[in-house]
């Protein structure tokens, strides 16, 4: 029996079809701070047996999957990596300003100390980078593993040696 692609494909151009799903965006809270909304978290956490049951499948044990703390442990850790980047991308570029306005004055000692506070910033620029993309490989890992719940009758059906690809 052949599967038609039309039943795992989603149409988000169709108004029937976006209607379903909840966007991903951004949002303020109560003290006016941007964050982002994601919706999965909310069917990760409690809805993975109900919408097992309505597909024909097993409850699995537990309201959410068992693996679901490191999950969102990944997205707090890739939280708090980019908020890191942001804060020594701005610093960099506030020393560079400062490093603008010391040449003009003709101060070395002030000028040596933003010269140093850029090579600081760069230094921790690189190493936010670098572990942002560790970060998100590492969700994008757990992601997969968190959601079989919500893809496959049986979660054993995807080899675990998937996430290693």
Sequence with gaps: MALDPK?????????????????????RNSFGVQQLWLPILQILQSQVNPIRIARGAKPIDGERPSNFN???????????????????????????????????????????HYVEEISDSQTY?????????????RLADRFADVVRPLIFEHIGSLSPAISLV
């Design 7 to 27: 039943l795992f494909t989603l149409n988000f151009q169709d108004p029937a079809q976006a209607r379903r799903f909840p966007r991903h965006r951004w949002s």
């Design 70 to 112: 490191s999950f969102w442990e990944s997205v707090r850790l890739l939280e708090v990596v980019l908020r890191d980047l942001d804060t020594n991308s701005r610093r960099f570029l506030e020393a560079q300003q400062g490093l603008e306005r010391a040449a003009a004055s003709s101060d070395n000692n002030l000028r040596d």
């Design 125 to 137: 620029c690189q190493l936010s980078l670098e572990a942002a993309f560790s970060s998100a490989r």
